[in-house]
């Protein structure tokens, strides 16, 4: 008895030591997750970034912890009771207690920063900006799990991490959607348009264990998926038709358009993808696709008004591009930088200048030519180039045929006529084009000559003639050229040898035509460029090439501009500005990144190769967690991190942080940074086809559906809308890539002051093409797609807003585009009917909705179809008007019936179910 005793008092002793072990120990508390988030909310506006009241920041642990303005430091590690900043929070002065003319800190609260004091105010790293580690599967036991039998609702790996949070919320997996349904969401998510009724009807009918995912491979390798996730990409991109600004004119640019719908629906690998965006020019011998690849950041907008700074403009396009890198690339507002340090997050005012060194070295100039441009020949013009190479390459060398093919492909490089000073008797015109006049001169300044050089001249020449001649170093000192200026009209190029002259010089132009009266205007000049002549050989031969040379150089074909990198001794200088101000300079920096990221790749060069390379080291802690979720918010319509383009301290503390890691992780290193492998996961998993009716409990203790029990529910994008609404009515066309197209729209909506420019709509097919091909203007966007909140695309855009206003209905009960897909679905319909309403409307529902419809809706549309055709009946002339027909042509009551089908699919194109995805 008493041994048993004794067994039991030692066992009571145990459970009470391991009870007082267990609860009686402080937790520790988490500086990212508990105290920083208190910090940014009632601290750092009067202590960090910006303003440093009490010479206290709390945005840098060595300022958090450095003696403040009382010479003491406000914290002392390890002791809240004698940290003045405890003091400070429980003070009852309202003169002393902080935060200062604000409501006092709740009492949780302060007691998490007493105790994150007390355990010795550890400082620590914003989780986002920590390398994601290894995450383990939260797989539950169970006997089944033995044998490899899956829980319910469990596809792969994301559903155990999405159901180990619904247990911890006492919630569980909606059923999966009905096959229609699904099929429609997959179809929607991964090429943007519906499928067909008898795609449907066939995924219903096939009962095999692979049915669905064989759906999802066709849908991946379909030439489709690259049209519809374009879209999503050029938003980010900014890609637009237009340079924007005040005259907004047009800009040739589709060619990357194509480009990215190209290496989307290969899947490029999104650390290729991302490199030859952003320093594809920089790749050993670049390719025209990679080349193309760098209008990513030429699609910055232009300023072509005269009288403009082109410094001011070219700075502000390098400052786009830097900004609009972090923002794509690392979920970053790293723009908030460039006037102080970043008031929430660890990056220094002075590691912004660092950054735009990376970008502030390219050829391209707030110019009206939007130059450097890659020139598409045609193939005979192509043939021509190659015989100049061939040429160069037997009589040259290597550095002969490199300048000759880069000038003739891209025209680089050139100074541009801007660049001139001490201007004579002219001036910088309109778009920033040198106008001389008679007797006038104008000065470039510092050119460097290598005694083998010939000058090429862009002109815009009336018919004038006369000469210009080019001095070295004065306006009268030693002749250089002696140039015939053109007596022909319009703009071209012309060359002139320039006598053999070595070193850096100033050159001076004078031009002289006795012909005009002194002082009037002979000419504009827009660009100069200095190149090498070619190698001597045959008189003969040596001319007919100069003059092929010279005649491809004035064609003007296809372009689209590209990033290239000034040549060594044009590199600029790059300095921080004082208070963001352009015009005061700091301190000269070096090309560097940000210390709170991963270290500068070792051996890497310091441009934007070097800067690509860093954003997708596998050390990044950002570009994958950033992908990731891009794509996730694309399929479920929110992301796993909100919101979209801040991943930073300001970002909501995720509930899925954990699967975001393993994703990214699995991203980077087993789907080697395929964007095919990762959609694919993503829309395999029982999370993704849940069905997203709702549920009152799950509602309840869910209502924004953060948690996902149930399947993404929300409004298809503009894009999507117009496509399927022309899917549905049988008029999408599938022709692919090419200059963008002018859909139907009316008059007036393009008012182009300056260059003449107008809205034409296409012919033929071109009018019913996808939505990513529709040309966009900055500053008038085409109507339907600004009411369904597509971007104008003047700066990055990451997460499109969602609204819901009239004007959306207006654009799809009006706009021609949707007028004529009703009438083409109502013309489907009734042939499809044969006669019977009920059939009829039946077979435009089922069409429409790729379901049958509920009985009850098909009354209310019969209903809607009686009402149309008595109206329509009562005046034929209106319903020839809405239907666009002849009414001398066509029988009366023809019309009014086919008018009224038309009324009722349009109403169906209305329906909230069409426009939404579920």
Not at 265 to 285: R, S, V
Not at 892 to 906: D, F, G, Q
Request: charged share 25%; aromatic share 10%.
């Amino acid at each position: 008895m008493n041994r048993k005793l004794m067994v039991l008092a030692l066992l009571a002793l145990i459970i009470a030591c391991f009870t007082i072990f267990t609860f009686g120990k402080e937790e520790t508390v988490d500086f990212s997750a508990d105290v920083k988030p208190i910090l940014n909310k009632h601290c750092i506006a009067c202590h960090g970034g910006v303003k440093k009241n009490g010479g206290l920041s709390f945005l840098f642990e060595n300022e958090a912890f450095a003696k403040a303005e009382s010479g003491k430091p406000a914290i002392i590690r390890g002791d809240a009771e004698h940290s003045e900043f405890m003091k400070r929070l429980v003070s009852d002065d309202p003169e002393l207690r902080m935060p200062y003319n604000a409501p006092k800190l709740n009492d949780d609260e302060i007691d998490i920063l007493k105790k994150w004091i007390d355990q010795g105010a550890k400082w620590g790293k914003h989780w986002a900006y920590t390398l994601p580690e290894d995450v383990e599967v939260p797989k539950p036991f169970s006997l089944a799990g033995l044998f490899g039998i899956k829980p319910k609702g469990v596809n792969n790996n994301i559903d155990y991490f999405v159901q180990a949070k619904l247990k911890n919320k006492e919630l569980s997996f909606s059923d999966e959607a009905d096959k229609s349904t699904l099929l429609r969401r997959l179809y929607l998510d991964l090429i943007g348009i519906t499928p067909t009724l008898d795609e449907i009807s066939a995924f219903i009918e096939d009962d095999s264990d692979d049915a669905y995912s064989r759906r999802v491979d066709s849908l991946l390798a379909s030439s489709k998926y690259g049209e519809k996730w374009a879209s999503w990409w050029l938003d980010m991109a900014r890609y637009a038709d237009t340079k924007g600004y005040e005259k907004d004119g047009s800009r040739s640019i589709w060619s990357y358009r194509d480009w990215v719908i190209k290496a989307l629906n290969k899947d490029m690998p999104y650390d290729e993808f991302t490199i030859e965006q952003l320093a594809g020019d920089l790749l050993p011998q670049p390719t025209k696709d990679q080349l193309i690849a760098t209008a990513f950041h030429r699609n910055t907008m232009n300023n072509d008004e005269g009288g403009t700074d082109s410094e001011e403009f070219r700075m502000a396009a390098v400052l786009d591009r830097l900004n609009t890198s972090y923002q794509v690339w690392l979920s970053t507002t790293f723009e908030c930088v460039q006037c102080h340090s970043h008031t929430y997050d660890p990056f220094k005012f002075e590691e912004y200048y660092k950054s735009l060194a990376f970008f502030n070295n390219t050829r391209d100039e707030d110019t009206q030519g939007d130059h450097p441009k890659l020139r598409f020949y045609t193939a005979q013009d192509e043939k021509r180039v190659d015989s100049i190479k061939h040429w160069l390459t037997a009589n040259g060398d290597g550095n002969a045929v490199k300048s000759a093919d880069l000038f003739l492909h891209t025209l680089e490089p050139k100074i541009h006529a801007h660049y001139s000073d001490q201007i004579v008797n002219g001036a910088l015109y309109d778009t920033k084009w040198l106008g001389v006049r008679s007797s006038g001169s104008a000065r470039l300044k510092a050119i460097t000559l290598d005694g083998k050089r010939q000058l090429f001249m862009n002109f815009w020449t009336d018919a004038v003639g006369g000469k210009m001649e080019v001095h070295l170093n004065k306006p009268n000192g030693p002749l250089l050229a002696n140039i015939d200026l053109p007596k022909t009209s319009g703009r071209q190029v012309i060359q002139a040898a320039i006598a053999p002259t070595s070193g850096v010089h100033d050159l001076f132009l004078v031009f002289k035509n006795p012909a005009v009266a002194a002082g009037q205007p002979i000419c504009m000049i827009e660009w100069f460029a200095f190149r090498e002549d070619f190698p001597v050989g045959k008189p003969s031969e040596n001319l007919n090439l100069q003059r092929t040379f010279l005649q491809l150089v004035n064609l003007q074909p296809e372009s689209v501009p590209i990033m290239i990198e000034n040549p060594k001794e044009m590199h600029r200088k790059t300095n921080v500005f004082i208070r963001g101000n352009r015009l005061s300079l700091g301190a000269e920096v070096q090309p560097m990144v940000p210390e709170s990221l991963n270290e500068f790749p070792k051996g890497a060069p310091r441009n934007r190769m070097g800067f690509a390379q860093w954003i997708v080291s596998k050390e990044n802690p950002l570009t994958a967690r950033t992908l990731v979720n891009r794509v996730w918010a694309q399929l479920f319509g929110r992301g796993l991190v909100e919101p979209l383009g801040d991943m930073g301290t300001q970002s909501i503390p995720p509930i899925h942080r954990e699967l975001l890691d393993y994703l990214a992780l699995d991203f980077m290193n087993g789907k080697k940074w395929s964007m095919k492998k990762l959609v694919r996961e993503i829309v395999l998993s029982g999370t993704y086809k849940q069905a997203s009716t709702l549920n009152g409990d799950k509602v309840e203790k869910d209502p924004q559906n953060y948690y996902l029990a149930r399947g993404p529910r929300f409004r298809l994008s503009a894009e999507q809308i117009r496509d399927q609404a022309l899917a549905v009515s049988g008029l999408l066309s599938n022709k692919m890539y090419g200059p963008s197209v002018m859909p139907y729209q009316p008059d007036g909506v393009w008012m182009t002051v300056y260059s003449g420019e107008s809205w034409v709509k296409s012919e033929g097919e071109d009018q019913y093409r996808r939505g990513v091909y529709t040309f966009l203007k900055r500053t008038s966007p085409y109507p339907s797609f600004v009411s369904f909140d597509a971007s104008s695309r003047e700066v990055c855009l990451v997460d499109r807003i969602r609204t819901n206003t009239p004007l959306q209905a207006l654009a799809t009960l009006n706009d021609p585009v949707y007028l004529e897909a009703a009438k083409h679905l109502g013309n489907i319909m009734l042939q499809e009917g044969k006669g019977d309403t009920k059939k009829s409307i039946s077979a435009g529902y089922r069409r429409a909705m790729l379901k049958e419809a509920d009985p009850r809706k098909i009354a209310d549309l019969e209903e809607l179809y009686k009402k149309a055709l008595l109206e329509f009946n009562k005046a034929p002339a209106s319903a020839a008007k809405y239907l666009g027909s002849d009414l001398a042509k066509e029988n009366t009551k023809t019309i009014s019936s086919k008018a009224a089908y038309m009324l009722v699919a349009n109403a169906l194109l209305n329906l909230d179910e069409f426009l939404t995805k579920s």
